[in-house]
C-alpha cells in the first residue's frame, strides 16, 4: 500500500512538472517558421533543421518564463478559484524547489545546445529571455506596454526565423506580426476583463472592455492593411491568400465575442475546428503559390 501511494506521488509530481513547462502553449513558436514558408526554403533540408531546431529552443524558452511567472506569483495564484487547482506550484503538487531545479536544467539546455547548433540564434533567445522577466517583475504590471511586451515577443520568433536560415524578412511582415499579436493580445485582455473581471491581474483595472476592443480593432484592421501591402508588393501571386486571413480574423472575434473564448489564443486555435481550417488552408495556399521551381 505504501509503494502504491509513493508511486502515484511520484507520478502526480512528475505530470506537474510536465505541466510546468506548459507544453501545449509551444504552438504559439510555429511563427518561428514564417520566414521558412515565405522565402520558400520548406524544401531545403538543412532550413528545415535549423527552422525546427529554433522552434524547439523557443519552446524551451517559453517553458522558462512560464516556470519563474508562476514562482513569482505563486501566492496570488494560491488566492485564484481557478489557478489554485491547476497551476502546479499553486496547489502543491510541485514544489518550489522542484520549479527551480527544473528551470536550471532547462536554461543550461538553452544555453549549451543553442549555442553549439544555432549560435546566431542564441542572442535573440536570450533577449526574449530578457524581455520575458522584465514582463514577469515589472511590464505585465504597466497598462499598454503589457500588450506589446506580449507582441513584440512574437516579433522575435519570427526574426530568428529569418536568422536561423539566413533569409531577409519583409519589413512588411514584421509589422504584420506586431498588428496580429497586438490583435491578440487585445483580445486576450478583453476575455479577462469579460470573464474575470478586474480579479485575474492588477494591470486589468487600468483597462475597460470598450478600450481594448478598440485596441484590437485597431490592430486587426492593421494586420489586414499591412499583410495585403506586403502580398502586393512582395508576393503578388499570394493576393488569393488575403480573404483568407480575413476570414480567420472574423472567426478569431466571434470566438471571443460570441462562444467567450479567445482568453487562450491556443485553446481558441485547437479547440474550434473552423479557425484550425483556416489556418490550416492558408498554409496549405501559401506553400502552393511559393513551392520553389526547380531550375
Known amino acids: 500500500m ?10 502526480a509530481r512528475l505530470q506537474g512538472l510536465i505541466a510546468l513547462l506548459r507544453i501545449k502553449q509551444w504552438v504559439k513558436n510555429v511563427f518561428v517558421l514564417a520566414p521558412l514558408l515565405f522565402a520558400g526554403e520548406f524544401l531545403n533540408p538543412q532550413s528545415v533543421a535549423n527552422a525546427i531546431l529554433t522552434m524547439l529552443f523557443f519552446s524551451l524558452a517559453s517553458s522558462a518564463t512560464y516556470i519563474i511567472n508562476d514562482i513569482h506569483d505563486i501566492e496570488q495564484d494560491r488566492k485564484h478559484p481557478r489557478k489554485s487547482k491547476t497551476r502546479p506550484l499553486a496547489s502543491g503538487v510541485v514544489s518550489v524547489r522542484s520549479a527551480i531545479m527544473l528551470l536550471i536544467i532547462v536554461l543550461l ?27 514577469t517583475f515589472y511590464l505585465k504590471h504597466q497598462p499598454v506596454l503589457d500588450i506589446f511586451c506580449i507582441a513584440i515577443s512574437f516579433v522575435l520568433r519570427v ?67 499591412f499583410y495585403a501591402m506586403y502580398v502586393m508588393t512582395a508576393k503578388p501571386q499570394l493576393i488569393g491568400s488575403i480573404p483568407v486571413v480575413l476570414f480567420g ?38 506553400g502552393w503559390v511559393l513551392w520553389p521551381v526547380q531550375g
Request: aromatic share 12%.
Open 2 to 11: 505504501n509503494n502504491s501511494v509513493k508511486a502515484c506521488s511520484i507520478s
Open 109 to 135: 539546455t538553452i544555453l549549451v545546445c543553442a549555442g553549439l547548433m544555432i549560435p546566431n540564434v542564441l542572442q535573440i533567445i536570450i533577449f526574449y529571455l530578457l524581455l520575458n522577466l522584465s514582463y
Open 159 to 225: 526574426y530568428a526565423g529569418a536568422v536561423a536560415l539566413a533569409v531577409p524578412v519583409s519589413d512588411w511582415m514584421f509589422i504584420t506580426t506586431l498588428c496580429l499579436a497586438l490583435y491578440l493580445a487585445a483580445l486576450k485582455r478583453r476575455q479577462e476583463l469579460s470573464l474575470s473581471g478586474t480579479e485575474g491581474r492588477a494591470v486589468l483595472q487600468k483597462y475597460s472592455v470598450f478600450l481594448v476592443n478598440r485596441y484590437a480593432e485597431m490592430s486587426a484592421t492593421g494586420a489586414l492593411l
Open 249 to 286: 480574423l472574423f472567426r478569431y472575434w466571434y470566438i471571443a465575442d460570441t462562444l467567450d473564448g479567445g482568453e487562450s489564443p491556443t485553446d481558441a486555435l485547437l479547440s474550434d475546428w473552423p479557425l484550425l481550417l483556416t489556418i490550416i488552408t492558408w498554409v496549405l495556399v501559401c
